[in-house]
């Protein structure tokens, strides 16, 4: 009986995925792009009364959100503005912490292209991970196939070694791919829209809070407590 190793694994999904991708190219509107930056810095924040020292894309925590849609073109410009950091004394486990200041992208949960290692888009298993050092930046180019599922994602650094310490310290955000779902008028509210909400409780009495079950709503004051007597 003939085996597979995990090499000639990888390799074909690779060539799977390829052909995927020139497959939904048919369907993908080149005139959709879209085009930001994310630059990662050093923020130090007060929270609870203390000073701390956290990670940040473009000086918020949690980082922009990122709308996109199926068929759009995705380009992000990733700039590294962390400080230099010494590793000197890493015993060479790419799991214990260590390059602190250099970073990479990752779109988690989206079904593109891979995007870790070098170079982009490569299905190699032995290819090594992209890394941005300080001072550094990359242009990244996401196609979003045309089937693409909408839902909410998230995205974060992926630099092993320095993935955990920066996602825990502020470097994430939310991603959003809109569906057929987002263009129905008696589903969605408008900004600036009034919004009157009525009611009715039969046998439950307490304290209580209503709002936004998305996080930057929440941080920003969209939520407020009330009282059923």
């Known amino acids: 009986m003939n085996t597979l190793s995990r090499r ?22 080149p005139q959709d792009t879209q085009s930001l930056t994310l630059e990662c810095a050093r923020l130090t924040k ?13 000086g918020t925590v949690p980082g922009p959100m990122i709308r996109t849609r199926p068929g759009q073109l995705l380009r992000i410009t990733l700039k590294n503005s962390l400080p230099a950091y010494n590793s000197t004394g890493w015993p ?8 602190l200041g250099s970073t990479n992208l ?10 870790l290692f070098a170079p982009l888009g490569t299905a ?7 890394r941005i050092e300080p001072g550094a930046s990359l242009d990244y180019q996401f196609q979003i196939p045309a089937d693409h599922p909408p839902g909410r994602y998230w995205y974060h650094p992926h630099l092993h070694g320095s993935t955990a310490v920066q996602a825990v310290s502020g470097m994430a955000g939310g991603l ?6 987002d263009e129905v008028p008696e589903i969605w509210v408008p900004a600036r829209s009034v919004v009157t909400i009525r009611m009715h409780f039969k046998q439950w009495t307490g ?23």
Do not use: W
């Not at 060479?92 to 390059?99: I, S, Y």
């Not at 190699?124 to 992209?130: F, G, V, Y």
């Not at 959003?176 to 779902?181: F, M, R, S």
């Open 207 to 229: 304290k209580s809070v209503y709002h936004r079950h998305i996080l930057p709503h929440e941080d920003t004051g969209m939520m407020q407590n009330f009282l059923i007597t």
């Open 46 to 58: 007060a929270l609870g009364g203390r000073q701390v020292k956290l990670r940040a894309f473009n």
């Open 176 to 181: 959003i791919v809109a569906g057929d779902i």
């Open 92 to 99: 060479g486990n790419h799991n214990v912490p260590h390059a």
């Open 124 to 130: 190699d298993p032995t290819a090594k991970m992209l």
């Open 8 to 29: 000639d694994l990888f390799a074909a999904a690779g060539v799977v995925m390829s052909a995927s991708a020139i497959a939904c190219k048919r369907d993908e509107n």
């Open 106 to 115: 990752h779109l988690h949960g989206l079904d593109i292209a891979p995007h």
